[in-house]
């Protein structure tokens, strides 16, 4: 590399001073730091807002009400402010954030957003306790959000809390119901994004917004189907299912040289193969661990061999 170097600096390709920041980056004196900043900024934010919460719970009959709905208020007003005041517009492409802080502060004022509905509905009940109509305006708000200010952390944010809405409807219907019926929406749900990703990226719309979909989906799917895995007598169908979709799963990481997606389909496979062998089976203790010793070596084994080999295809 240092022989490359001097090569491209002799035939004037490279300048004295490029020349220089690339050995230096060679040589690993220079090094980046972008993603431990931007994880430092999201731990920041999810920290001001857990503590946000705390203060509230322990100080609000000293503070008073009306004080820490101004505070609130305010500091969710500002940080949208903010986004709008640097944001360069809505556009169906990638947009590049004016500054590293852009992303989060827009995060931060959803989530305060979020706190000042949960504080309004515990101590003014404006919708008489309905807080999957909560859940429901704020995800739909969140995903305003995240395509006018090309933000995937909100639309992540969004699509959580969505999903969440059909928790808390599912959960209404109680007893062996809820458990039917929240598989049942989780598998929707998963289709849903899936499909809107799919489709948004087909037609120009944020395309680079489909790994957030895929990732949210993919995992939606497997979870109701694993859980469905040991119920009987549709287990055998909710298996089949997984395994369906866990093919699919591996044939994209293998197309996108994504190694997570492969990494779904191997987990989740290995979950459900497992719950519905054993549900279905009487072994010991000794022929359980038996099973558990050699199954996870094997899966070990081939995630590493599967690992290494996306590794050299780079």
């Known amino acids: 590399m240092q022989e490359a170097l001097n090569d491209l600096e002799n ?14 980056i060679y040589s690993r004196e220079l090094f980046s730091v972008h ?32 004080a820490l709905l101004a505070a609130i208020a305010l500091g969710c007003a500002g940080c949208f402010a903010y986004c709008f005041s640097r ?19 827009l995060f931060l004022g959803c989530l305060l957003l979020g706190t ?15 807080w999957g ?9 969140y995903l305003l959000c995240a395509h006018y200010f090309d933000n995937r952390l909100v639309l992540t944010l969004a699509l959580s809390t969505l999903g969440a809405w059909l928790g808390v409807k599912s959960s209404l219907l109680g007893g062996a119901m809820w458990e039917h019926i929240l598989r049942g929406n989780g598998l929707l749900f998963g289709t849903l994004v899936i499909t809107a990703g799919v489709a ?48 699919g799963s591996a044939c994209y990481a293998e197309r996108s040289r994504n ?8 987990l989740y496979g290995y979950l459900g193969l497992t719950i519905f062998i054993l549900s279905r089976t009487h072994w010991d203790l000794i022929g359980i661990l038996a099973y558990f010793l050699v199954t996870a070596a094997a899966l070990v084994s081939a995630l590493v061999v599967f690992h290494r080999r996306f590794r050299s295809a780079e």
């Open 259 to 266: 190694f997570a997606f492969l990494l779904y389909a191997v």
């Open 116 to 130: 000042l509905q949960g504080y309004l509905e515990i101590h003014y009940q404006l919708l008489a306790g309905r």
């Open 87 to 105: 944001g360069g517009g809505f556009s169906t492409e990638k947009l590049s954030p004016p500054n590293a802080a852009y992303d989060y502060l």
């Open 133 to 141: 109509w909560w859940l429901l305006g704020s995800g739909l708000f």
């Open 200 to 247: 948004q990226h087909r037609l120009g719309w944020k395309r680079h917004f489909l790994p957030i979909h895929l990732h949210l989906g993919v995992n939606l799917l497997c979870a109701a189907l694993v859980a469905g895995v040991g119920s009987r007598p549709q287990g055998s169908y909710y298996l089949a299912g997984l395994l369906l979709v866990g093919g």
């Open 11 to 24: 035939a004037g390709i490279l300048n004295r001073e490029q020349a220089g920041l690339l050995r230096r």
């Open 35 to 66: 993603w431990e900043l931007r994880l430092l900024l999201y731990a920041g934010i999810l920290l001001l807002t857990t503590g946000l919460g705390l203060l509230i719970a322990r100080h609000f009959a000293s503070i008073g009400h009306l």
